[in-house]
């Protein structure tokens, strides 16, 4: 769009093409919502109304360039204010990357999206880090939350959370073995982090040596939980 823009501001005034955009682009408004204003708009709550203002005396493979940097770094600091509000998007719930904040401070390609990890797999380490596992994060007082699953003691007051799951719960205790194993293979004190369980999410959670296994527990326990639950 902002390519499209450019070249069409800088075309000879006398071609038909030109005279459309500057016709258009003087009538858009809010009551008339074409390109031109969607653009103008975006560069202005962007911080990047001079570029536009200046278009005409910028080449275009500076003022694309400009428009994406400026884009991106925009798009980072909205990212990270996301990542790091206490409430989620809607205003009713806490955020649901109140994990992934932990070990997620750079804006990057992650390297469990490319490793060679079992799509199930991938997908159910990727709910767990989001936040967005099928798990009972509230108190359990919902009959669709069956009795015996919490009467068993598999739910810690009711409240059953990522790290609850993976470090605590009696249902996934055999599933945990090799985890915990691998755990403190990568770091030694891993069984000396008994009161920190927050260390130990963020070593199972983004540790690159745990990817392999790591994904697999949490594609376990989630297997578990739906046969536990609905069997």
Not at 60 to 87: C, G, M, P
């Amino acid at each position: 769009m902002g390519q499209q823009w450019h070249r069409t501001l800088k075309m000879d005034k006398n071609r038909i093409n030109h005279k459309c955009f500057v016709y258009c682009n003087d009538k858009s408004g809010s009551h008339c919502t074409i390109w031109q204003y969607v653009f103008k708009s975006y560069m202005l709550n962007s911080g990047m109304e001079t570029l536009v203002v200046n278009c005409s005396n910028t080449s275009a493979k500076y003022f694309s360039s400009e428009v994406v940097t400026n884009s991106l770094q925009s798009h980072i600091i909205s990212w990270k204010d996301e990542i790091n509000r206490d409430i989620g998007p809607s205003g009713r719930s806490r955020n649901k990357l109140r994990n992934y904040r932990l070990f997620k401070q750079d804006y990057m390609l992650e390297n469990y999206v490319n490793a060679r990890i079992p799509l199930k797999h991938r997908s159910a380490l990727a709910k767990f880090r989001c936040g967005v596992a099928p798990l009972r994060l509230e108190l359990a007082d919902t009959k669709m939350f069956l009795k015996t699953y919490v009467n068993a003691q598999f739910v810690k007051n009711g409240i059953e959370n990522e790290t609850h799951v993976l470090f605590h719960c009696n249902a996934y205790n055999s599933l945990r073995t090799e985890l915990y194993a691998k755990a403190c293979n990568v770091n030694v004190a891993f069984n000396n982090l008994i009161v920190c369980d927050q260390d130990k999410l963020i070593l199972v959670l983004s540790n690159d040596n745990m990817l392999q296994i790591s994904a697999n527990t949490c594609y376990l326990i989630l297997n578990t939980r739906n046969h536990l639950l609905y069997r």
